[in-house]
């Protein structure tokens, strides 16, 4: 019984955490669309959010890579599950709530390792796993978007040198939103599946599936691209506002550039099986199209900002994932410890949204989220 | 038990930094030559230059298809996963 309310909790957790992967990611998609206007803010939040639950039913390569290849599966319980869910999420709300566009996915790597150690020490986490498709990925995929976005930019220009102004923007507007549709659906195909890979893991834990055959079930993926596409339309505009105009100003070329170099960078990488950070991807980009332009045209206190945001999200994602751990161990191994954790954890969400709402209250009209 | 073998994939990670750079420049390239020849191609039909803007719209033509064909390989690289 004790079990069974367990799994419908975590499930409900892993959910959660997709919703705020949808709705932290948002930036990722459509930010340069929005402000470049290839599209108005609302259409294009929308076609993300039909294109990323599109693109959760292409693959499911991604979704065995976070299943298998980085902690033991058979160690793995549900409530080491919840706490790296927990982990993951906090440190996505933390980040939404400073308009930082950092890595869902590296957050929730970070938490159920975290838990992980914090419930069979380290010998149950496979570092070499773990380093090879997770942390050097994530080094070396936005370096790969800067270069080809900022070769990308450097050609483009130099192509279209000769014509005026605004034919050559109307057309890198309308390319735009191809590359950001193309962009929505490797982000779903990518990022959808990594939820379902930690549900899968539960029901590993649970008993409903043999560890031996690691097979995604359809109510798992229907379920988190729902839940991804949800999160997607509600949208982070706190963070669409940082990708879109704090890191550079961009003008269509730049915009179609960076949307495309990230698109090609995640989707090699999900061909192969890398579960890299969209976000981590597209900030490489949007960097390359500024720096081909100009290399002072990227602010690079912003960008100084993130990349210590995406330093810090393996280790406080698993730091938070291990203490919640902790904590829901207190009250045994059962529904009881994650049961008041996850209460613990609505009430803050609660008090945190009214308290952004307050200060959004206070704010002149106009000074932006 | 351990499931996968903890390696690092270097020619799978080689393989993701050739196809995302080539993809990535390629495809601003054709879409930058698109752009220019639709451009040319209706200055020149305005100019009553129709040989120029046909041969500009045939180029526009060709890139635009360059560009249909690197989203549908794009689709099919996810699908046959």
């Known amino acids: ?21 949808g709705f932290h990611d948002t930036a990722n998609v459509v930010a340069t669309s929005i ?117 990308g930019i450097v050609l483009t220009y130099r192509l279209v040198a000769r014509l005026r102004p605004g034919p050559a923007g109307r057309g890198f507007r309308y390319g735009q939103i191809f590359s950001g549709g193309m962009l929505a659906l490797a982000h779903g195909t990518n990022d959808a599946q990594k939820t379902m890979g930690v549900i899968t893991l539960a029901l590993v834990a649970h008993g409903d599936i043999a560890a031996k055959h690691f097979a995604v079930p359809g109510w798992v993926v229907i379920s988190a691209a729902s839940a991804i596409a949800l999160g997607t339309y509600v949208g982070g505009w706190r963070i669409i506002r940082t990708m879109g105009t704090r890191i550079i100003k961009m003008d269509p070329a730049q915009g179609f550039t960076a949307q495309s170099a990230g698109a090609a960078v995640v989707l090699a990488a999900s061909h192969v099986g890398f579960p890299l950070s969209t976000t981590h991807v597209m900030a490489g980009g949007v960097m390359g199209a500024g720096a081909g332009k100009r290399v002072s045209a990227v602010r690079w206190g912003v960008a100084s900002n993130m990349a210590i945001a995406w330093l810090l999200t393996l280790p406080a994602a698993a730091a938070v994932g291990a203490t919640t751990y902790g904590a829901a161990s207190l009250f045994g191994s059962g529904f009881l410890g994650p049961a008041i954790i ?25 000074a932006g989220s | 038990m351990i499931l ?78």
């Not at chain 1, 009430?347 to 209250?361: P, S």
């Not at chain 2, 305005?46 to 180029?59: G, I, K, M, Q």
């Open chain 1, 1 to 21: 019984m004790h079990s069974d309310l367990l799994i419908i909790l975590v499930v409900a957790t892993a959910l959660a955490f997709d919703f705020t992967n």
């Open chain 2, 4 to 81: 996968a073998t903890a390696i690092l994939d270097a020619h799978a990670l080689l393989q993701v930094a050739y196809v995302s750079l080539i993809a990535g420049v390629g495809i601003c390239v054709v879409y930058a030559v698109a752009v220019i020849a639709v451009t040319r191609s209706s200055e020149h039909r305005r100019a009553d230059r129709h040989v120029a803007s046909a041969l500009y719209a045939a180029l526009a033509s060709i890139a635009v298809a360059g560009c249909c064909w690197a989203i549908v390989a794009g689709i099919a690289i996810m699908t046959k996963k």
């Open chain 1, 35 to 151: 402000s470049t206007r290839a599209l108005s803010p609302r259409v294009a939040v929308t076609l993300a959010a039909i294109l990323n639950f599109a693109g959760a039913f292409i693959s499911l390569k991604v979704a065995t890579t976070i299943g298998t290849g980085i902690v033991d599966s058979g160690a793995v319980t549900m409530p080491i599950i919840f706490a790296g869910l927990i982990g993951a999420s906090t440190w996505n709300l933390a980040t939404w709530y400073f308009g930082l566009p950092s890595s869902s996915s590296h957050a929730l790597i970070g938490g159920v390792v975290g838990a992980m150690i914090a419930a069979n020490g380290t010998a149950a986490v496979q570092f070499g796993g773990l380093l090879g498709k997770v942390v050097i990925p994530a080094f070396v995929s936005p370096l790969l978007a800067f270069v080809a976005a900022g070769l």
């Open chain 1, 342 to 366: 996850a209460t613990i954890a609505i009430i803050a969400l609660i008090v945190t949204m009214m308290r952004r709402a307050r200060e959004l209250a206070a704010r002149p009209a106009g």
